[in-house]
Nanobody, 121 residues
Framework: QVQLVESGGGLVQAGGSLRLSCTAT????????MGWRRQAPGKHVETVARMSVGGNLYYSDSMKGRVTISRDSAANTVHLQMNNLTPEDTAVYYC???????????????WGQGTQVTVSS
């Protein structure tokens, strides 16, 4: 089994930055893709960014240019640097992991517990 532990959420003013981190433990060798999804109040879950061990990258249109995903595969850790945040970025952010680089429509194999990001205006 794989466990994902997130850190780095919190309260920030509009225009500010946050860095989220996530470490996978357990049978982490199963993981190919790690990423982040978010869910704002009253909205569907959205994929923010993801990265495979082979270097495949995805960024959502809503955050492209404002976020950077990075990964330390040896440490089974993924980071999400978020800049120029707006109140619309307020959401619970979930670290996710998959055994494959698959369709965005597929629910990830593993989810973290989520970390709250709140952006004040």
């Amino acid at each position: 089994q794989v466990q994902l532990v997130e850190s780095g959420g919190g309260l920030v003013q509009a225009g500010g930055s946050l860095r989220l981190s996530c470490t996978a433990t357990g049978i982490a060798s199963r993981i190919n893709t790690m990423g982040w999804r978010r869910q704002a109040p009253g909205k569907h879950v959205e994929t923010v960014a993801r990265m495979s061990v082979g270097g495949n990258l995805y960024y959502s249109d809503s955050m492209k240019g404002r976020v950077t995903i990075s990964r330390d595969s040896a440490a089974n850790t993924v980071h999400l640097q978020m800049n120029n945040l707006t109140p619309e970025d307020t959401a619970v952010y979930y670290c996710t992991a998959d055994r494959f680089w698959g369709s965005l429509r597929k629910s990830p194999d593993y989810w973290g517990q989520g970390t709250q990001v709140t952006v004040s205006s």
